[in-house]
């Protein structure tokens, strides 16, 4: 049996033992990556359950799951040292939740590969499927879920997400921001119906006040987890905004996605993050010269018809992150004919998951995106999206600075 760090009220490995541990120049170098692994119950349908995190839980008990046993063999292939998954149904329970689908498909070798192995791991609440008293999709009823629930979801936990290391996670340093409320942020896009004319100026609010006051922002969470990576810390800042898609002309789902994508962005810094409190009332933002990398699906193109101008700009044009290193693939530059497709990280055409170091403490070796061309006999790995995800595995190689 695997020993794993339990992330809820579990201690960290022994002090003296980290005091002691030594480590290598090879150790300083840190391959990151994110992955929508569409592992979220409806995408099990053919089980003929009913929508819960039980449908995961029984996927990940078989280890016989072929699309499951297809996103392992991905995950072996690139071999991160730390993974975000996304749309990993959340599973308090660990032991039948993450550990499982380490113990049953990623310490298992697929197809001839050397197992991978992730002693650390976090998973936390998300507010997707968070049942609300509120009417929020205005459709004339409050139904709890789906629409209702503060994150659109069918029963808590789906889309969640889950982070994999092969570094400490240090417990008592994490921040998660699933409790923020969406007004509590200056200037906010409040979503407004607009008036018969098709101005938003007279137009409606599309929550009222009591629903506007109690809205959280994030759809699913945002988190800072913070890694030790050779005696130094890097702040992994995951999350997954909401599609800016299925709403109308008011774009609440849109104006959402921008403020999600820029709560992260302010959080960046102290002098734009100072407004920012995390799940436990504690305001919080990043300390000038931090090491982080930003990893999530964050449902924002940054080019071709997809794109929505200045949402993603928020990130890949600050001034304190490295976007310099575009992850591309065969497989992506295969899959349209828009010149820019190479950098596509989804089938249905778009940059929509992203890897994103700090320009301070890093140094970017390499960068990609795992969609095989459709020569390569790998290709049966993202085939369509039964094969694996509708989402492809980005990565990128760092090597940490001697900045302090």
Known sequence: MKIRALFFATPLIPALWVSTLAYSKEEQMLKVATFNVSMEATNYKALGMKPSDKVLQHVLSTGEYPQVKNIAEIIQRVNPDILLLNEFDYIA????????????????S????????????????????????????NNGKAEGFGGDAYGFGLYPGQYGMALLSKYPIDVDGIRTFQTFKWHHMPHPQVPIIPDESGSTDKGKPWYDVEEW???????????????????????????????PNFDGNEDRNGKRNFDEIRLMAD?????????????????????????????????????GNKHREGVIEQLTEHPL???????????????SGAKFSNRFTAYWG?????????????????????????????????????ASSDHRLVWISLSLTEDN
């Open 93 to 108: 329970d660990k032991r039948i939740g993450i550990e499982a689908f380490m113990e049953n498909y990623l310490n298992v």
């Open 110 to 137: 697929q197809q001839g590969l050397e197992p991978v192995d992730y002693p650390y791991t976090y998973v936390a609440p998300v507010n997707t499927g968070e049942p609300t008293t509120f009417d929020l999709d």
């Open 213 to 243: 006051a109690a809205l959280r922002l994030s759809s699913k969470s945002h988190w800072d987890v913070p890694v030790k990576v050779a005696g130094k810390t890097v702040h992994i800042l995951a999350m997954h905004p909401t599609p």
């Open 267 to 303: 959080y960046l810094s102290p002098d734009k993050g100072a407004y920012i409190y995390d799940d436990r009332g504690e305001k919080v933002s990043l300390e000038t010269n931090t090491r982080f990398v930003l990893l999530g699906d964050f449902n924002a193109a940054d080019i």
């Open 321 to 335: 992150v490295n976007n310099d290193i575009i992850p591309t693939s065969a497989g992506g530059a295969g899959a």
């Open 350 to 386: 778009a940059r929509a998951d992203y890897v994103l170091p700090s320009r301070f403490g890093f140094d970017v070796n390499d960068a990609g995106v795992f969609w095989p061309a459709k020569t390569s006999d790998l290709y049966r790995l993202v085939r369509d999206r039964a």
